[in-house]
């Protein structure tokens, strides 16, 4: 397998296994992994670890000390691909063994709705109906699943990821050998 795939799927799996961790340590201690606002994210954190050393090794031992932005890019989605996946999954496996991780993300995320209640219904840029907030709780406490966990995880995984990939592969590229005299 060439480097360009091999270090980034060596990188993504450590990183899914640190992932899980960090999923059911914050679940032991009562924070919901899944109810924490995007911007505090541990993703971003474990992403930009995992990529920016992905990134650094493929440069300095397979690559002659260069790395061109496309390389970066690959080796990012690579990284965020997996650790996305293995840890989406493992969300679902979890809903199996636990059932009240999911209870905890529906119950959480109701009462959020419920704290936003008044902005949502009147006092934001989009407003909805009390009728559409309401058929909104009933949709989320009934049809939300393990399913529905993995796939938020993937999509919010991919998004974070993309950005932390773009921003690295920026600043770590380099595409012309230079000599010293």
């Keep these: 397998m060439k480097p360009l795939v091999r270090v980034p799927l060596k990188f993504g799996l450590i990183g899914a296994i640190l992932g899980v961790v960090i999923i059911l340590v914050l679940y032991f201690i009562n924070r919901h992994p899944l109810l924490i606002p995007p911007f505090l994210d541990f993703r971003i954190l474990l992403f930009a670890v995992f990529i920016f050393f992905a990134m650094k090794e493929f440069k300095d031992f397979y690559n002659n000390q260069m790395m ?3 390389q970066g890019i690959v080796i990012g989605f690579i990284i965020y691909m997996v650790i996305g996946i293995l840890v ?3 969300i679902v496996i979890i809903c199996q063994i636990m059932p009240g ?3 905890t993300y529906i119950d959480g995320t109701v009462n959020g709705m ?3 209640k008044d902005q949502l219904l009147h006092g934001g840029k989009i407003t909805i109906t009390e009728e559409e ?3 909104q709780v009933v949709l989320l406490k009934n049809d939300t699943g393990a399913g529905t966990l ?3 995880y993937l999509v919010k995984s991919t998004l974070i990821g993309f950005f932390v990939t773009l921003l690295l592969s920026v600043l770590m590229r380099r595409t012309e050998k230079r ?3």
């Design 179 to 181: 000599f010293s005299k």
């Design 150 to 152: 993995f796939f938020d």
């Design 88 to 90: 989406g999954l493992s």
């Design 114 to 116: 419920m704290m936003q």
């Design 101 to 103: 991780f999911l209870q």
């Design 68 to 70: 061109n932005f496309w």
């Design 133 to 135: 907030f309401n058929k």
